[in-house]
Nanobody
Framework: QAQLVESGGGLVQPGGSLTLSCAAS????????MSWVRQRPGYGIEWISD????????YYAASVRGRFTISRDNAKNMVYLQMNSLEPEDTAVYYC?????????????WGQGTRVTVSS
């Protein structure tokens, strides 16, 4: 069965950087899009970024474009989110999720997420 394990979160000051990692297993990782989403305190799930199966095409929400970079390593079944110029509004639990395409998420149980807190 599919397993997703996110890591790399923590406390960072505004303007700082973090890199999140997601280890995936139990499905054909290299054939699916991967996505990062987040849930800010008191809000619903917010899509952040997609990367296609090859890693060549990436997509970002306006709120993070230019600050976050998604990447993947298909040999390691890993997807990453490099986050720069972090803002307090980026405080959230971040999750990775596989997708069939830009719209449809794969029906798998998501991981526990990794918490990012941006605060001075």
């Amino acid at each position: 069965q599919a397993q997703l394990v996110e890591s790399g979160g923590g406390l960072v000051q505004p303007g700082g950087s973090l890199t999140l990692s997601c280890a995936a297993s139990g499905f054909s990782f290299s054939t699916y899009f991967m996505s990062w989403v987040r849930q800010r305190p008191g809000y619903g799930i917010e899509w952040i970024s997609d990367i296609d199966s090859s890693g060549y095409n990436t997509y970002y929400a306006a709120s993070v474009r230019g600050r976050f970079t998604i990447s993947r390593d298909n040999a390691k079944n890993m997807v990453y989110l490099q986050m720069n110029s972090l803002e307090p509004e980026d405080t959230a639990v971040y999750y990775c999720a596989p997708k069939k395409d830009r719209v449809h998420y794969l029906s798998v149980t998501w991981g526990q997420g990794t918490r990012v807190t941006v605060s001075s």
